[in-house]
């Protein structure tokens, strides 16, 4: 049935009475294949499908009574896209109605679909790189060779460049039981990319492949630190190699993070006091080793904060509400993921100072030198070390007088000691030193002795009084030389005789000294001399001579008599006179 469209000028047409006649078309009506299966398959870069099952067609699909049955057999199956993907439409070929009605419908199986899974790959040679403590998990991974990408007719397929991204099991330095660094897990992730065209063939989708992950090892080497600034304190020996160092400055720690108080033990080369060619302390080597402390973990506990409550109609409850902010807790960094090298600085042993009693200086009579003879005392003050304590060599000493001459007071006499090793190779002089002394001692006068003095005899006189002619002075010093000796006699009594004693006591007196004028040098013209020499006279009080006993005689005393005349005689033959 025609009618005319309403308008605003319809009345003004009408439509033809009788019938009309046009030409159409009867579309055959689609039946929906069942009982088939597309199945799943790997990416294999072809659009080719698998079926199973048994195709049929549900008779309520056909109208009526109409006579129509499914017949062939699937001759070819395919994904509407090659690529990897979910719920991809397969078409099938090779099926066909048949029965009287067949030409009024049509096979269609447009509820098939399947999915093609990424096709895995597999990689050889990738490598993980040890790395040095830097505080992360992140690992330097360098992918290997990809194998299993697909080939189409001769062709195969090409991927980009390969990433790698690795995680370190923990971000620390892993060490074994001995403390030994050692290699841990790295957990390792790839990435495909897609691939470059290759001449008129677009280039391979990353997403038609996958690539597993996998667990690598490597190894986090503690980060090198440095130190500046250390000091070793110099020490008293002590029998021990053992050092006190003081730290310096430790740098090179990853950003943020801090450690403990570094320690450090120093250990000298040797326990000995060490000395150059002239004897004089110097600084030896002495090795240091630190030891890294983790750093300290702080925790600030959870706050509170107490807020207004702010409400549009008042007045409100609660009047505040309370915020909590949660506690923070910072980890202290680990010593373990450090390493500090040892290092040799210097420093010196110096040596441990001794004490002296009981030494002695032996008095001597004058002798022209200062030279004084001392028996060193007992020493104290030598290290015990392990309960053993040291012992030295008898220590000597050397003593000089303040002055050489004689005095009936004791003078200083200061003392040079000399230690000396013990017979234990360890026991050291070396290692100890002992301050000069300060003693006192007398020189006393030196004995001479004489000899050639003699007696002058005289006649009676009435005293006691004798005169000595004075002999030769014997055991001075050397060269020295004494002014003219006197000496008085004293006969043991006034009266004549001979071969008497006489008691002889001698004055000695102070030497002159000499003066000699330098001589020209020879080869100078006589402008330069050798310089003078003064020697000074020796010093009576330096010696002494002791009294002696000699023989000498007094003669009597001649007596003349006056008044006398004698008689004269007669030649009488003998002579006798009166």
Same mark, same amino acid.
């Given at each position: 049935?025609?009618?005319?469209?309403?308008?605003?000028?319809?009345?003004?047409?009408?439509?033809?009475?009788?019938?009309?006649?046009?030409?159409?078309?009867? =579309?055959?009506?689609?039946?929906?294949?069942?009982?088939? %299966?597309?199945?799943?398959?790997?990416?294999?870069?072809?659009?080719?499908?698998?079926?199973?099952?048994?195709?049929?067609?549900?008779?309520? *699909?056909?109208?009526?009574?109409?006579?129509?049955?499914?017949?062939?057999?699937?001759?070819?199956?395919?994904?509407?896209?090659?690529?990897?993907?979910?719920?991809?439409?397969?078409?099938?070929?090779?099926? =066909?109605?048949?029965?009287?009605?067949?030409?009024?419908?049509? !096979?269609?199986?447009?509820?098939?679909?399947?999915?093609?899974?990424?096709?895995?790959?597999?990689?050889?040679?990738?490598?993980?790189?040890?790395? +040095?403590?830097?505080?992360?998990? %992140?690992?330097?991974?360098?992918?290997?060779?990809?194998?299993?990408?697909?080939?189409?007719?001769?062709?195969?397929?090409?991927?980009?460049?390969?990433?790698?991204?690795?995680?370190?099991?923990?971000?620390?330095?892993?060490?074994?039981?001995?403390?030994?660094?050692? *290699?841990?897990?790295?957990?390792?992730?790839?990435?495909?990319? &897609?691939?470059?065209?290759?001449?008129?063939?677009?280039?391979?989708?990353?997403?038609?492949? $996958?690539?597993?992950?996998?667990?690598?090892?490597?190894?986090?080497?503690?980060? !090198?630190?440095?130190?500046?600034?250390?000091?070793?304190?110099?020490?008293?020996?002590?029998?021990? %190699?053992?050092? +006190?160092?003081?730290?310096?400055? #430790?740098?090179?720690?990853?950003?943020?993070?801090?450690?403990?108080?570094?320690?450090?033990?120093?250990?000298?080369?040797?326990?000995?006091?060490?000395?150059?060619?002239?004897?004089?302390?110097?600084?030896?080597?002495? =090795?240091?080793?630190? +030891?890294?402390?983790?750093?300290? $973990?702080?925790?600030?506990?959870?706050?509170?904060?107490?807020?207004? &409550?702010?409400?549009?109609?008042?007045?409100?409850?609660?009047?505040?509400?309370?915020?909590?902010?949660?506690?923070?807790?910072?980890?202290?960094?680990?010593?373990?993921?450090?390493?500090?090298?040892?290092?040799?600085?210097?420093?010196?042993?110096?040596?441990?100072?001794?004490?002296?009693?009981?030494?002695? !200086?032996?008095?001597?009579?004058?002798?022209?030198?200062?030279?004084?003879?001392?028996?060193?005392?007992?020493?104290?003050?030598?290290?015990?070390?392990?309960?053993?304590?040291?012992?030295?060599?008898?220590?000597?000493?050397?003593?000089?007088?303040?002055?050489?001459?004689? =005095?009936?007071?004791?003078?200083?006499?200061? $003392? #040079?000691?000399?230690?000396?090793?013990?017979? &234990?190779?360890?026991?050291?002089?070396?290692?100890?030193?002992?301050?000069?002394?300060?003693?006192?001692?007398?020189?006393?006068?030196?004995?001479?002795?004489? %000899?050639?003095?003699?007696?002058?005899?005289?006649?009676?006189?009435? $005293?006691?009084?004798?005169?000595?002619?004075?002999?030769?002075?014997?055991?001075? !010093?050397g060269d020295e030389t004494l002014g003219a000796t006197k000496a008085s006699g004293t006969f043991a009594d006034k009266n004549a005789g001979s071969d008497k004693n006489v008691t002889v006591a001698y004055t000695l007196a102070d030497g002159e000294g000499s003066f000699t004028t330098g001589t020209p040098i020879p080869g100078t013209g006589g402008t330069q001399f050798e310089p003078s020499v003064i020697v000074p006279g020796a010093l009576a009080s330096n010696y002494m001579l002791a009294n002696e006993t000699l023989k000498g005689s007094i003669a009597q005393k001649a007596v003349s008599v006056a008044g006398i005349v004698a008689e004269g005689k007669t030649y009488d033959g003998n002579t006798?006179?009166?």
């Amino acid at each position: 049935t025609l009618a005319l469209a309403q308008g605003v000028n319809a009345s003004n047409y009408s439509l033809p009475t009788a019938p009309v006649t046009a030409a159409g078309t009867i =579309s055959a009506k689609a039946v929906q294949v069942t009982g088939l %299966t597309a199945q799943n398959k790997e990416y294999d870069g072809k659009l080719a499908a698998m079926i199973t099952g048994t195709a049929t067609v549900a008779t309520e *699909a056909f109208i009526g009574n109409d006579e129509v049955s499914v017949s062939g057999s699937i001759s070819g199956a395919l994904f509407a896209d090659k690529n990897a993907g979910n719920d991809i439409a397969v078409s099938v070929t090779g099926l =066909s109605l048949t029965g009287k009605d067949a030409s009024n419908y049509q !096979v269609t199986t447009a509820g098939l679909k399947a999915n093609i899974t990424p096709k895995a790959l597999s990689i050889s040679g990738p490598t993980v790189l040890d790395k +040095t403590y830097d505080g992360n998990r %992140t690992a330097n991974v360098t992918a290997g060779t990809l194998s299993g990408l697909v080939t189409v007719d001769g062709v195969t397929e090409r991927l980009g460049a390969t990433t790698a991204a690795g995680q370190f099991a923990s971000k620390d330095v892993a060490r074994d039981a001995m403390g030994n660094v050692m *290699a841990q897990n790295v957990a390792v992730t790839y990435t495909l990319a &897609n691939g470059a065209a290759q001449g008129e063939l677009p280039g391979a989708k990353a997403s038609n492949y $996958t690539l597993a992950g996998e667990t690598k090892s490597a190894t986090i080497t503690p980060k !090198v630190l440095t130190v500046a600034n250390t000091t070793v304190a110099d020490k008293t020996y002590d029998g021990n %190699t053992a050092a +006190t160092v003081t730290v310096g400055t #430790v740098s090179g720690l990853v950003a943020g993070e801090t450690l403990g108080t570094t320690t450090a033990t120093g250990s000298f080369a040797d326990k000995d006091v060490a000395r150059d060619a002239d004897g004089q302390v110097i600084a030896k080597n002495v =090795s240091v080793a630190y +030891t890294l402390v983790d750093g300290t $973990t702080t925790t600030t506990p959870p706050t509170t904060m107490q807020m207004p &409550n702010l409400c549009l109609v008042g007045p409100c409850t609660p009047a505040f509400t309370i915020t909590t902010i949660p506690g923070t807790t910072i980890q202290g960094a680990k010593a373990g993921n450090y390493t500090l090298a040892s290092e040799t600085k210097t420093a010196k042993i110096t040596p441990k100072a001794l004490s002296i009693s009981g030494s002695k !200086v032996t008095d001597k009579q004058y002798d022209g030198t200062q030279a004084a003879t001392v028996k060193a005392g007992e020493l104290s003050g030598l290290i015990t070390v392990n309960g053993v304590t040291e012992t030295l060599g008898a220590t000597t000493a050397v003593g000089e007088f303040v002055g050489k001459n004689a =005095s009936s007071e004791a003078q200083g006499v200061n $003392t #040079v000691y000399t230690l000396v090793d013990g017979t &234990n190779p360890a026991h050291k002089a070396g290692n100890y030193s002992l301050a000069n002394g300060a003693l006192t001692g007398k020189i006393t006068q030196r004995v001479l002795t004489i %000899t050639g003095s003699t007696v002058t005899g005289r006649d009676y006189d009435g $005293t006691k009084a004798a005169t000595v002619v004075v002999g030769t002075l014997g055991n001075l !010093v050397g060269d020295e030389t004494l002014g003219a000796t006197k000496a008085s006699g004293t006969f043991a009594d006034k009266n004549a005789g001979s071969d008497k004693n006489v008691t002889v006591a001698y004055t000695l007196a102070d030497g002159e000294g000499s003066f000699t004028t330098g001589t020209p040098i020879p080869g100078t013209g006589g402008t330069q001399f050798e310089p003078s020499v003064i020697v000074p006279g020796a010093l009576a009080s330096n010696y002494m001579l002791a009294n002696e006993t000699l023989k000498g005689s007094i003669a009597q005393k001649a007596v003349s008599v006056a008044g006398i005349v004698a008689e004269g005689k007669t030649y009488d033959g003998n002579t006798t006179a009166k």
